[in-house]
């Protein structure tokens, strides 16, 4: 089948301002739209840029917008898009070119949040035990790729750049609920900042862009109440 594909490009270098270029491709129905950006760079023009890697959905760094919503273009299938495609790049950060991002201050509020276990304990004898109630507990959130796209989904991000966003605050949830850990108050003290979790303000954006099914906005809503009951 023969899909239309519109890339929002921009070199900031030498592009006055963003603009719209478009191709026709060839693709298969099983295609994904990773497979048509290759096939664009490969075939028409080399000039194309956008960050790729495992093109398995694990590595998250071909998170962009493809018709209007926060994908993996490594995932959506071209069958369930149509003939017509429109890519552009995640929005909120700074594009550094074509479909490529500055992720750098999504990832300092990542290391923000000490996305580590701290356990200054001394350490037993073999490893430090834990029921399947507990590893229960964080589950959903050890499946986060830091792939950004629920941070850039998130009015509350679109207004006020500072917000910590739901990335980090889902990779602090996988710590502060883990029973090994005992960094939890730290964390919590971050994210009751003006910055953090308080500008949530549910929209429930995050849910549906994350690539990996995380009840993102029930993890923000769990460090909300952790962080009532501490105050009581």
């Known amino acids: 089948m023969k899909v239309h594909v519109r890339v929002k490009r921009f070199q900031p270098e030498k592009d006055a301002a963003p603009y719209w270029a478009e191709y026709e491709v060839e693709v298969e129905p099983v295609d994904r739209v990773l497979d048509a950006l290759e096939y664009i760079k490969w075939y028409q023009d080399g000039t194309l840029t956008f960050r790729r890697s495992c093109a398995h959905g694990i590595c998250g760094s071909d998170a962009m917008i493809i018709n209007g919503r926060n994908r993996l273009a490594c995932k959506v299938l071209v069958k369930d898009l149509g003939q017509h495609i429109t890519v552009e790049p995640l929005r909120g950060f700074r594009v550094i070119k074509d479909l490529v991002v500055d992720m750098e201050a999504f990832f300092a509020k990542y290391r923000a949040i000490k996305p580590y276990l701290i356990n200054d304990e001394p350490a037993p004898e073999k490893e430090r035990l834990q029921s399947p109630e507990e590893r229960a507990r964080f589950d959903d959130t050890t499946k986060c790729i830091l792939c950004a796209a629920c941070t850039t989904s998130c ?73 009532l009951l501490r105050s009581l």
């Open 155 to 227: 009015p509350s991000f679109w207004a006020n750049s500072e917000y910590i966003g739901p990335a980090a605050i889902v990779n602090a949830h996988r710590f502060i609920f883990d029973s090994r850990d005992r960094g939890g108050l730290q964390r919590l003290d971050i994210l009751t900042e003006k910055t953090g979790v308080w500008r949530c303000r549910t929209i429930f954006n995050c849910v549906e862009a994350c690539p990996r099914g995380i009840d993102v906005t029930r993890a923000i809503a769990e460090v909300k109440r952790a962080l």
